[in-house]
T-cell receptor
Framework: NAGVTQTPKFQVLKTGQSMTLQCAQD?????MSWYRQDPGMGLRLIHY???????DQGEVPNGYNVSRSTTEDFPLRLLSAAPSQTSVYFC?????????????FGEGSRLTVL | AQKVTQAQTEISVVEKEDVTLDCVYE???????LFWYKQPPSGELVFLIR??????QNEISGRYSWNFQKSTSSFNFTITASQVVDSAVYFC???????????FGSGTRLQVQP
């Protein structure tokens, strides 16, 4: 059982470049989300989805786009990378509502924007 | 607005000492869930516990115990007889089912010295 899989694990971008962080889960979870982790700030929610075709913004959505065309996949797109987007990104999924259980996290993707 | 405060940025103990990690939260909701996650040096996030706001019983799991006090809005985590493998960053998180998101504290880095 793979759980939540993120690719790539490491990426270096130049300012202005675009890229997509991939996230896939094989647990048939309805809920998926993206967080970013910065030193001293914990994890902050970027975007989330409660099912295929449904997405919503989190605390820090600017500069990021998401889509949810299938239950399994929830890619995060950086449209024009900025140094402020240097961070570790985590994808997480959950079966349904909060009461259904905890969030399962991927291993993280470390992004550096030069 | 929700908020989770982990005032202890870093704690260092010697193996076999007991250590308590503090977590104080703010929420206006009457129904919410509290979580603890562990992030070892390898970087992944490991779920430790989930507690709902209606269950104030303390919980013990091996060397780990949690003290939930609604009156003081605290959800503290104690490790008894700490071990080197407990060295990690520990995050406390608060969930509002309506927002379907987790608000994380900034984390406490625990260093257990042999």
């Amino acid at each position: 059982n793979a759980g939540v899989t993120q690719t790539p694990k490491f990426q270096v971008l130049k300012t202005g470049q675009s890229m997509t962080l991939q996230c896939a889960q094989d647990m048939n979870h309805e809920y998926m989300s993206w967080y970013r982790q910065d030193p001293g700030m914990g994890l902050r929610l970027i975007h989330y989805s409660v099912g295929a075709g449904i997405t919503d913004q989190g605390e820090v959505p600017n500069g990021y786009n998401v889509s949810r065309s299938t239950t399994e996949d929830f890619p995060l797109r950086l449209l024009s990378a900025a140094p402020s987007q240097t961070s570790v990104y985590f994808c997480a999924s959950r079966l349904g509502q909060i009461k259904a259980g905890e969030l399962f996290f991927g291993e993280g993707s470390r992004l550096t924007v030069l | 607005a929700q908020k989770v405060t982990q005032a202890q940025t870093e704690i260092s103990v010697v193996e076999k000492e007991d250590v308590t990690l503090d977590c104080v939260y703010e929420t206006r909701d009457t129904t919410y869930y509290l979580f603890w996650y562990k992030q070892p040096p390898s970087g992944e996030l490991v779920f430790l516990i989930r507690r709902n706001s209606f269950d104030e019983q303390n919980e013990i799991s091996g060397r780990y115990s949690w003290n939930f006090q609604k009156s003081t809005s605290s959800f503290n985590f104690t490790i008894t007889a700490s071990q080197v493998v407990d060295s990690a960053v520990y995050f406390c998180a608060l969930s509002d089912p309506g927002r379907r998101a987790l608000t994380f504290g900034s984390g406490t880095r625990l260093q257990v010295q042999p």
